[in-house]
Structures are given as structure tokens and as C-alpha cells.
């Protein structure tokens, strides 16, 4: 029976999402990956053509996504090694492909600020730009915005402004090239300038309008340019829809405002900026569940969920009895370094009580506080069973790395790999993780966990889909509008020996998107069968799109399109059925409000901290497999009378093994990665998979009883015969 749940402090997944506006380059055949190949393609790195040298380094991030790391680790040695600043900018570029920003970083910093050539300097700005991994980066901004002061060649300075534009929230990049199409003596700059004003929604500007007019009938490449954002632009202003309820909804916003400023009693107190901001979220909302108007702070949530990293402390927290709780803390990250520890009770959040915090805004709004920028501090009051008093911390945030892949391996050569979201990096753990506990481990089967995945990025649920499926065969598609979201087929790309392994998916409702698409995937093309509950059922496209009327400070997430499965189904609203049915452990309603009265006395929690260091081994055995025997659990039976309560025996060894794991985790400095003990659905999965595999349950303590367990409805009648 699961007690509480646990996320990563700070970082909670955005349910539901999943961003083809995010999708970047989805390969259509496997690359090969012969040395002799490999080394030809870095050979070509110092080409002195630099379309050869990106497109070089092009092929080597695609292959890259599938060889474990080792084309990244050869790109930043050459990055390092090299002092040909095309050879290190492409390095660069190729790393930010693959999501290896460490060294990038500081090297595109440094290309588009100091290096000589006007060339390498546009080129570092673009690279920069166009890099989703480098986003919101403070180096870069800094670097960016000293380059763009700095330049002195103005078609460099335009491609500088433009960068910054994408990169920054500021208008600096704007104001540059609007100077620019207003003074300078050069008229391909102008042109440029109003292009390049006009691509990032700036066309309203009356120069613009009025220096692509004079573009558009030209037989060149600007002209072809002015000619296209004229018809974009002629396209978006479409007249209003004939329609009554359109006129009079504009006509109630328009009075709505005008009353509001006649008639409320101090018009200077009104905040025009979150009125409309509210109205624009309102409006969005009323589109479909999935659509948003997202304000800058869903912008930056939605940006550390899928780069997954943050500014934080560094702990799993959840929720325990109606209190905020630190679940275990991350080795080594600033909050085990200031002391807490695994059940510890947050009470204050730099002086304010977490129980306001919460009845007001949720647990989210309690992660809130704990975030922040790396190095500020952040004071934390914490209760502690065996404390006499609250204990007050000073923790220092820190930038935090979350991992979005949990992997184990179960007796009899089963692997078990859990995967919570789909971020920048999931594939790349995902298949780290298969390199590990499959390949080199030579698992006999594999149980994938996608229970309470929310999605996330459909670029990782179609890498992490590939690893399971050989060459060609339909993932998803994607279709909506045809002249907006056209139909969008993505394949896979693997051999016939990624489907030789025998495995089984587990699902439940809180499995949805991009990982409806994974599991749907696998279980239409018969490579695994769906083990557990019927997911969510969201299968709808969202793509985030610029809002310029706020300098792109915020965003309009919007529902463009469908997803279908390989077999031409759609899941949204409807969900995915389970191959095979299986629910979690259910609780007695009596038993429940027992055990929730028994740990408000701690009682438990006293038995197990109070026996800890005279049988921490014992015990750290027992968090993983007690077999379900009191007895094993020493000074169980004096400590059952003595609590003289109507639990059964059992829920309370359950309570007393919940504890010990917490405790256990600490003292290891690594969290369980799965229950097989007390997990009815994954017992289900190994169960199945043990008979896919030909393993016998009973050669095995853990999986003797799951054959009696999983008795079949027919073998019961044959057995009464």
C-alpha cells in the first residue's frame, strides 16, 4: 500500500505535456557506426568550408543520440584541443545538439564575444540562439548582449540583434536593429534590419511594413523573404469570423474595460498588466484542458522540467498525513550537506509556516519557495522525531541535476528500469541504462515502468520508443490543420535485435502523452504487452508559441493537432487499455483510519528509529525483502502487544518496513528503486514476464507466492473440480 509520493524538490513534471513545437531533428535511418566512419567525419572537422564542417557535425550529433556518449566525449576533447574557432564552434554546436552544454558554453561565451572573424561571431550568435538546451543561461545573455554593444560591422550586428531577440527578454536586440533601419547609409542593412524585425513579429513597426513594400517585387532571395512575411501577415489578419458571438464577445471586452475605469473607485490602483493577463488566461483556458497562457513563471517551470535541472536544495519531498516531508534527500546536494534527513517535517520556509503555505497554494507553491537563484539562502525549520524542538537550518541553493531514469535489477536476470518524464536528457539515460542493466548485466527480461509519467518531450518518447523497435516501423504521427500542423509520420530506426529481449510495460491513469505514445507504440507493433490500469488518454499536440505583444516574457501553449498510434487509433480522451488489468494493493477503510491515528503517535517511527543502530543491517535487508514475516523483524512481537491496537498484524510490519526503507536509503546514500514486496502491479509485471521467459517463480523467495497470487479465474474452477 503506498503511504505517501515523492518528487524532486523543486521540480515537479508538467502532466499532459507533450511539445512537437520542441521536436527537433527526428532521424529516418540508423547512421553507421564503424570507427573508420566516425573518424573520417572529425577528420572532416577542419574543412575550411564551413557549410561541410556543420554539416560534418550534423552527422555526428545524429549519431551521437544512439552510440552511449562516445561521439559527445570525443567532441569535447576536440572542442578543447582545437584552436580553429570553426572546428571549436562546431565542437560547440554539435554538443548543444546532444544536450552536453558543460563545455559548450563557456566556448560559444568566448566565440561570439572575442573572436577576430566577423564570420565565427554571427555564427557563435546563431548557434546560441537556436540552441533550446542553452536557454535563460546568464553567461550566454552576458555574453550575447557585450557582443552586440561591442560590434562594429553592421550586417554582424544584425545577426547579433536577431540572436539576442530569441535568447533575452530584452529589447535591446529590437532597439539595435530598428536604429539600424533608421540611420544607417547602407541600404542592404536597412533591408536586412526590417527582415530580420519583421521574421520576429515586429512587422506592425511602420518602417518595416513600408521597407518590405518596397522589397517585395524584387527577383532576389530579400525580396522572396518580404514577399512571404507580407502574405503571413496579409494571412493572420484575417477578417473576423461572421459569426455573432465573435463581435459580441470583442464588444463585452471593450465594455468591460471602459466600466471598469469609469466606476472603480481609484482607477490609479488598477493593474491593467494582471487584468489582462488574466483575461488572456481565461480565454486560453476555455479552448481545451491542455491549452495555456502561460506567465513568465509557468515559462521557467516548464523550462526546468525539461532541461531538468534547477535552483534548489536537493531533496525528494511528498506529502505524509497532511504534512510537508522530506522524503530522502539527494547525496551531496545542499540539503543533506545541512542535515536533513529522510522524514523529516519542513514546519517554516524562511519564517513563514508551511501549513499557510500550502492551505493557500498547494505543495507547488511550497517547492516555489524552496527554489531559487544558486547561492541565495533559503532558512528551513524542520521537526525531527527524538528532537525536543524544531530545528532552524541555513541551507545555500544550489544548481541541481535531476535524473529521469531509476534502474534496478530483480533476481532471475530481470531488469526493471523506471522512467518518471520525458526531459532533454532521458534518452541518453534511457539508454544508458539498457547499455547497463540489459546489455552488460545480460538481463533475461526487461519490466519498463511508465506508471505516473506524464509526458514531456516527443523528441525523447520517439528515441526512447526506438530503442525497443527494428528499422522502419510507424511510432506516432501527428496531424492537425493542414496548413498549420500537417501530418507528421516518425519512424524507428533500430535492428532486429533491439526486439529480441522479452519485456512488459506497466501503465496506470497517470501514464499520458509522451508516454502513451511509448507504451501504445510497443503494444500495437506486439513488442510488449500493457500491464496495469488505462492511462490518461491525452494525446492532443500543444506547441508553445511567441507572444510579442509581451517581448515574448510570456507564451501561448496551444492545442494544434492529434497524436495517432501506429494502428491509426487515437488516445485522446480515451486513454489506452491494458493488455492485462492489474490495480495496486486496496486498503480496508477501518484499517486505513487506524494506521493514520497510529502514526500520529509516531509509535512506529519510534520502534524502528530506537532499534536502528543495533540492527541497521538487518534491517536495511528487511526494507528490501521481509517475505512479509513479523517475526523476521526483531522485537516485533513485545512491541504489537504493547501498542494494543485493532490493526492487523501485518499493516503494522508494513509501516515498520516503510520507515526501515527511508532509513535504509539515507544510511546507503541511494533510494530503493522499486517495491517488489508490496507493488501488486509490478508483482504482476515480473510475473508475466517470468513466464515469457521461461523462469520458474519458485526458484526464487521473492516470487514463489506470485503464482497462487495471479491464479487464473479458470484455474480456481479447476482446482474446485
Not at 67 to 78: M, V
Not at 325 to 346: C, M, N, W
Not at 551 to 558: A, I
Request: glycine fraction near 6%; aromatic fraction near 6%.
Amino acid at each position: 500500500m503506498n503511504r505517501s509520493f515523492s518528487v524532486p524538490c523543486a521540480f515537479l513534471l508538467t502532466a499532459g505535456l507533450c511539445l512537437s513545437g520542441m521536436c527537433l531533428e527526428v532521424p529516418n535511418d540508423k547512421p553507421a557506426l564503424s570507427a573508420a566512419s566516425v573518424d573520417q567525419l572529425f577528420d572532416r572537422l577542419q574543412a575550411p568550408n564551413t557549410d561541410d564542417v556543420f554539416e560534418t557535425v550534423g552527422r555526428l550529433a545524429k549519431m551521437g543520440r544512439t552510440d552511449g556518449g562516445a561521439i559527445a566525449s570525443r567532441l569535447e576533447e576536440k572542442l578543447t584541443a582545437s584552436k580553429e574557432e570553426r572546428t571549436r564552434l562546431a565542437c560547440a554546436r554539435g554538443l548543444c545538439q546532444l544536450s552536453k552544454t558543460e563545455k559548450a558554453t563557456p566556448a560559444l561565451a568566448d566565440l561570439v564575444e572575442h573572436s577576430a572573424s566577423t564570420e565565427i561571431r554571427k555564427l557563435a550568435g546563431n548557434s546560441i540562439a537556436l540552441a533550446i538546451t542553452l536557454h535563460g543561461n546568464e553567461l550566454l545573455k552576458n555574453a550575447l548582449t557585450a557582443a552586440l554593444k561591442n560590434e562594429r560591422d553592421d550586417m554582424a550586428k544584425i545577426s547579433l540583434a536577431r540572436s539576442h531577440m530569441r535568447f533575452t527578454k530584452s529589447d535591446e536586440g529590437r532597439d539595435v536593429l530598428k536604429t539600424l533601419l533608421t540611420t544607417s547609409p547602407d541600404s542592404s542593412v536597412r533591408d536586412e534590419a526590417a527582415l530580420v524585425l519583421a521574421e520576429n513579429g515586429q512587422l506592425s513597426i511602420p518602417e518595416v511594413r513600408t521597407r518590405l513594400f518596397s522589397l517585395f517585387a524584387e527577383p532576389t532571395e530579400r525580396g522572396e523573404r518580404a514577399l512571404n512575411l507580407l502574405k503571413r501577415s496579409d494571412a493572420n489578419a484575417k477578417p473576423a469570423p461572421n459569426d455573432p458571438a465573435y463581435a459580441k464577445g470583442l464588444a463585452l471586452m471593450q465594455e468591460l474595460v471602459v466600466q471598469i475605469r469609469a466606476a472603480y473607485p481609484d482607477e490609479k490602483k488598477i493593474d491593467y498588466t494582471k487584468l489582462f493577463q488574466n483575461a488572456a488566461k481565461g480565454m486560453v483556458k476555455g479552448l481545451d484542458p491542455f491549452s495555456q497562457y502561460m506567465e513568465p513563471s509557468d515559462v521557467k517551470h516548464l523550462q526546468e522540467s525539461l532541461h531538468q535541472d534547477y535552483a534548489g536544495i536537493g531533496a525528494f519531498v511528498g506529502m505524509r498525513d497532511n504534512a510537508f516531508i522530506i522524503t530522502s534527500p539527494i547525496f551531496k546536494s545542499p540539503a543533506y550537506e545541512a542535515g536533513l534527513r529522510a522524514l523529516d517535517v519542513v514546519v517554516e520556509i524562511d519564517g513563514i509556516k508551511v501549513a499557510s503555505i500550502l492551505e493557500t497554494g498547494g505543495m507547488n507553491s511550497v517547492i516555489d519557495k524552496l527554489k531559487g537563484k544558486p547561492g541565495s539562502t533559503v532558512i528551513l525549520k524542520y521537526k525531527r522525531r527524538g528532537f525536543g524542538k524544531p530545528i532552524d537550518v541555513s541551507i545555500i541553493r544550489q544548481e541541481i541535476k535531476t535524473q529521469s531514469v531509476f534502474a534496478t535489477m530483480f533476481p532471475g536476470e530481470i531488469a526493471y528500469i523506471r522512467l518518471i518524464k520525458f526531459g532533454e536528457r532521458s534518452a541518453d539515460e534511457m539508454r544508458a541504462a539498457v547499455n547497463e542493466y540489459v546489455k552488460k548485466q545480460n538481463a533475461k527480461g526487461l519490466v519498463f515502468d511508465l506508471r505516473d509519467n506524464g509526458g514531456g518531450l516527443l523528441k525523447a518518447g520517439v528515441e526512447i520508443a526506438d530503442l525497443f523497435l527494428s528499422e522502419k516501423k510507424l511510432i506516432v504521427y501527428s496531424e492537425g490543420r493542414k496548413e498549420f500542423a500537417p501530418r507528421k509520420d516518425f519512424f524507428s530506426t533500430g535492428g532486429p535485435e533491439d526486439e529480441t529481449l522479452p519485456m512488459v510495460v506497466l501503465v496506470n491513469g497517470g501514464t499520458a502523452s509522451a508516454s502513451e505514445i511509448v507504451s501504445g507504440a510497443l503494444q500495437d507493433h506486439k513488442r510488449a504487452p500493457l500491464i496495469g490500469e488505462k492511462t490518461f488518454g491525452k494525446g492532443s499536440v500543444q506547441q508553445i508559441l511567441d507572444v510579442h505583444a509581451t517581448s515574448n516574457e510570456t507564451k501561448l501553449r496551444l492545442t494544434i493537432a492529434k497524436y495517432y498510434l501506429p494502428s491509426g487509433r487515437s488516445i485522446h480522451e480515451t486513454g489506452i487499455e491494458p493488455d492485462i488489468a492489474a490495480k495496486p494493493r486496496e486498503g480496508n477503510g477501518w484499517i486505513m483510519e487506524t494506521m493514520a491515528e497510529l502514526r500520529r503517535s509516531n509509535a512506529c517511527e519510534d520502534f524502528v528509529r530506537n532499534s536502528w543502530e543495533a540492527n541497521k543491517e538487518l534491517f536495511c535487508k528487511l526494507a528490501q525483502f521481509d517475505g512479509r514475516d513479523c517475526n523476521a523483524w526483531p522485537g516485533f512481537e513485545a512491541f504489537y502487544t504493547g501498542l494494543k491496537t485493532t490493526a492487523p498484524r501485518d499493516d503494522i510490519r508494513a509501516e515498520i518496513r516503510y520507515i526501515a526503507r527511508h532509513l535504509a536509503q539515507e544510511w546507503k546514500k541511494s533510494e530503493f528503486t522499486a517495491d517488489l514486496e508490496e507493488d501488486k502491479i509490478l508483482q504482476r509485471g515480473v510475473f508475466e514476464l517470468l513466464k515469457k521467459c521461461a523462469i520458474d517463480p519458485s526458484a526464487f523467495p521473492e516470487y514463489k507466492d506470485l503464482p497462487q497470487m495471479f491464479k487464473s479465474v479458470e484455474d480456481v474452477k479447476k482446482d474446485e473440480k
